[in-house]
């Protein structure tokens, strides 16, 4: 292999996962660690300049394209306020510098596992990816060694092991029903091959697969009723990851099941995979909306609206069509975006007041103004009002598919409507009203908080033409 | 493919779905992980008759993996971590045993349905063996769900990889990149299991997951 955008998307990662597990003092492996996801963005945006060839086992189109842009960014930004983060705690002496060591090491691993999930063309290695991803995670999730912790990384663990397997069953199904058609041996799980082939495929054993897909790789998107793990995993674990979580990993299970969607949708035979993902992401949506109300930890309630949200869009991508499948791309890119900001703003205001629980926080607007401030920007833009990117894409979503199925939009916008009464309820008492708890100033990095935020707004405002058009090829591609 | 070594590799199969319901009414964590190991065992024979019927010398190593590792290595330290921890006696099962196993037998048959339906057009070894598969998986599954204990509920998960390594092999020509991926996330599956157990037993003096429930997130 050459030494080309492809290889060092993986191999900078993975080599800055090995250096960061040996190198001591946390100063120097934040900057390294925040280095190394700036050098990885950068190979990843250079896909768009030369595309580098693909194989058999490493794929770049226009669909992970994107995916990958959107995953090395919120990579590079959360490293930036991931060195702010963890100095503070080594202040406070939550984490000692041994564990630090294993932090970086980890969230290295884990831009590499995720970035061989997007690149990768076999769909056996796809599946190891995103068992390496949530390996790291699990680790990274209980890292802090207490109670709370402990537990919601066995559940994660677990469930998450569970999910994994049904999604292996699943790969060795498509196998089975390719074989016949490609024959024996490599090519069969060859993504770009299954693709090519996929019509004369044995629908039955493609249906089958794609349900043991859908729960498995589901279950990774954190889709209700399989979502148990997720508002434990997001609210114990250290906030950088938190972000990644909820911004990143989530899109790319999704995006393992796009792929497979994608190979139904050539075969006439199939089931269709859209009414299974509709049903899945309408009952994530409005689960999570009302589960939003009797939060009191303020990071599992931007858990549930992660919840909440990928329900949007794999609904969008349920329905599927040009346009469709263009609003669930954008949700998604902004979605990440927003969420992976507000975790920012969470994170420093968790370690001003020394909580996480709702109740103990208030007045941030009069304390912090700036993280306050932040925090409801973040929470107007991600209950989606306007200007802001998500109202768009969330009316993209409702007008593209209202014409087809007027009464599924409605359940939808209710899921909406009542997600916005939750997070403001719960937003007012937390930024303005009486100040409480500890006020000291922040130490904290603003600008990858506002440099999200300011793109979301921007989005919203004006979408680039070559964006647009670039998302367009996507959504046909998908079909 | 000649009759007799359809049978034998059937033979082994269902045997391996038999020693998955076996596991669902021990209620001690010894006999338990005996059990476990006889399923390792099994499996390590079918791997191993489906090597030589395939003609597929590369199964054999993921025979020798699942004799080894899983069947000998797994079930040793399992048991020593157990006496370190002084957990040997009974096993508190969430559901009780005669319900476990109707549910057990439920699934083999859903299974049975599921599979034999959708691939009529698989070799019939294939079908059969995949049919297993889900079984040994579903039950993997069951076992999970019913038991409270963090050993336990391990035993179960590596069972049910046992069930994806059956089925692996059972689609034929199946890339080996799979199988070794297979193993080696049970690996690392046991590296980081053996690391909570530990910090667990750091934290709880216990290795009951009930324990854990009680500092489930909100409830404070």
Do not use: C
């Amino acid at each position: 292999m050459t030494l080309d955008a492809l290889a060092s998307l993986l191999l900078i990662p993975a080599i800055a996962a090995a250096t960061l597990a040996l190198l001591p003092g946390y100063r120097l492996t934040a900057r390294l660690n925040v280095l190394a996801t700036l050098l990885t963005l950068l190979s990843a945006v250079s896909l768009f300049v030369v595309e580098p060839t693909s194989g058999n086992y490493l794929l770049v189109d226009d669909l992970n394209k994107v995916f990958i842009v959107l995953t090395t960014f919120v990579g590079f930004t959360t490293s930036v306020f991931s060195a702010s983060y963890i100095h503070h705690e080594i202040e406070i002496g939550r984490l000692t510098p041994v564990f630090v060591r294993f932090y970086h090491a980890m969230y290295q691993a884990l831009m590499f596992a995720m970035n061989l999930a997007l690149v990768a063309n076999n769909i056996g290695l796809m599946w190891v990816a995103v068992e390496i991803a949530t390996l790291t995670t699990v680790l990274m999730v209980g890292m802090y060694r207490t109670h709370e912790a402990l537990e919601a990384a066995w559940k994660y663990f677990i469930l998450g092991s569970v999910g994994i397997a049904l999604a292996l069953f699943g790969t060795i199904l498509v196998y089975m029903a390719a074989r016949p058609v490609i024959g024996e041996g490599q090519e069969a799980m060859v993504w770009t091959v299954l693709l090519a082939h996929a019509a004369k495929f044995d629908p039955a054993l493609l249906n089958v697969a794609f349900v043991f897909l859908l729960l498995g790789y589901g279950t990774k998107v954190g889709l209700a009723p399989l979502h148990a793990w997720l508002p434990d995993a997001h609210a114990e674990g250290p906030t950088p990851i938190s972000a990644v979580l909820s911004g990143l990993l989530l899109n790319v299970a999704l995006y393992a099941l796009l792929r497979f969607k994608m190979l139904l949708a050539v075969n006439p035979a199939a089931i269709a995979p859209g009414p299974l993902m509709v049903t899945m992401g309408l009952i994530s949506v409005i689960f999570a909306a009302l589960m939003l109300y009797r939060r009191r930890d303020i990071k599992r309630m931007f858990a549930y609206s992660s919840i909440e949200h990928m329900g949007i869009i794999v609904f969008a991508f349920g329905m599927g069509g040009a346009l469709a499948n263009f609003a669930g791309l954008l949700h998604m890119t902004m979605h990440s975006l927003t969420k992976s900001a507000i975790f920012f703003a969470v994170g420093h205001i968790a370690q001003v007041k020394g909580t996480q629980k709702i109740a103990d926080i208030g007045g941030l607007t009069v304390t912090n103004p700036v993280l306050g401030w932040g925090l409801v920007l973040g929470v107007v833009a991600i209950a989606g009002l306007p200007p802001l990117g998500i109202f768009m894409s969330e009316f993209l979503v409702v007008s593209s598919t209202f014409a087809r199925e007027p009464w599924l939009t409605a359940i939808l916008v209710l899921g909406i409507v009542i997600a916005l009464g939750g997070l403001f309820l719960r937003l007012n008492s937390v930024v303005f009203g009486e100040p409480k708890g500890t006020t000291a100033p922040a130490e904290a990095s603003y600008v990858p908080m506002f440099t999200h935020l300011g793109i979301v707004l921007a989005a919203g405002i004006y979408l680039p033409p070559p964006l647009v058009s670039g998302f367009r090829n996507v959504a046909k591609l998908l079909g | 493919m000649n009759g007799l070594a359809f049978d034998i590799a059937h033979l082994l199969a269902g045997s391996l779905v038999l020693v998955s319901l076996m596991m669902l009414y021990q209620d001690r964590l010894y006999a338990l992980l005996n059990v476990y190991a006889v399923h390792a065992g099994v499996l390590a024979l079918s791997v191993a008759w489906q090597a030589l019927i395939q003609h597929a010398p590369h199964l054999y190593l993921t025979a020798l993996i699942a004799l080894v590792f899983k069947a000998i290595i797994i079930p040793v330290v399992l048991h020593r971590i157990i006496v370190r921890l002084g957990i040997h006696r009974e096993i508190e099962t969430a559901v009780s045993v005669g319900l476990t196993m109707m549910a057990g037998i439920g699934l083999v048959a859903l299974s049975m349905v599921v599979m034999l339906r959708v691939t009529p057009g698989a070799d019939a070894l294939a079908r059969e063996d995949l049919a297993f598969a889900l079984s040994v998986v579903l039950l993997g599954l069951l076992i999970m769900v019913t038991r409270r204990n963090a050993v336990s509920q391990v035993v179960g998960f590596m069972s049910l990889e046992n069930g994806l390594v059956l089925a692996a092999t059972a689609a034929k020509g199946m890339p080996l990149v799979v199988e070794i991926s297979v193993a080696f996330s049970v690996l690392i599956a046991f590296i980081i299991i053996g690391i909570f157990l530990f910090r667990i037993r750091e934290r709880f003096d216990s290795v009951d997951v009930q324990a854990l429930d009680r500092f489930r997130g909100e409830r404070r």
